[in-house]
């Protein structure tokens, strides 16, 4: 294996066969909701607990995520595509992706998505940046729910939402 020879086709397709569960990462912007579908998140750490989210440099929700410490997040279910469309399709840059979508402040006022049961908010405990177009925010949970059975929506299943914000 030659790293400085990767090709790019080969390494899509092995990332695609992991075929990432959906989120929505949701913080406040100047005091207004914002948020957006993230397919790069991990938990990263076993004691204490830790949870990793990847944020473009582009998207407004990594912008605010800059000022805030605290964010959201959701898991998608299968029923969900259209809340993937629109929290990936669409940026808070151009529209209210908030209009028409129920959504309660929770602890912190992070706002939280009134259809999307299972979630947590965590305190953002660090923020890496290592050079690329996305940077990690690295989570403390501080108040988790779950709303029942889990059938997580997946990537090989929203091919057809374009992201909202290009990637730089
Ligand atoms: C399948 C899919 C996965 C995505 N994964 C991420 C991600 O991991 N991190 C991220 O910051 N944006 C991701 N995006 C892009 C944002 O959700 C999208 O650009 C959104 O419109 C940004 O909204 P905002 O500008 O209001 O924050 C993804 C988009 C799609 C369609």
């Known amino acids: 294996m030659t790293p400085s020879t990767a090709d790019d086709d080969a390494l899509a397709e092995l990332t695609a066969a ?12 100047d005091g207004e909701p914002c948020g957006c579908l993230v397919g790069f998140h991990s938990q990263c ?4 607990y830790r949870y990793a989210v990847w944020l473009s440099k582009a998207n407004r929700t990594y912008r605010a995520a800059l000022t805030n410490e605290h964010l959201a ?21 151009e529209v209210d992706k ?17 259809r999307l049961r299972h979630r947590f908010v965590g305190r953002r405990v660090a923020l890496l940046d290592t050079g690329g177009d996305h940077v990690c925010a690295v989570l403390e949970p501080e108040a988790v ?12 299943a929203v091919g057809d939402v374009e992201p909202g914000h290009p990637d730089p």
């Open 73 to 93: 997040v959701h898991l998608l279910g299968t029923a969900d595509h259209d809340l993937a469309d629109r929290f990936g399709g669409e940026t808070g840059d």
């Open 145 to 156: 729910e779950l709303g029942g059975e889990i059938r997580p929506l997946r990537l090989g």
């Open 98 to 114: 908030f209009a028409g979508c129920a959504w309660t402040p929770g602890p912190h006022g992070v706002p939280l998505l009134d």
């Open 18 to 29: 992991t075929d990432a569960a959906l989120v929505v990462v949701t913080t406040s912007f």
């Open 45 to 48: 750490s076993i004691e204490p």
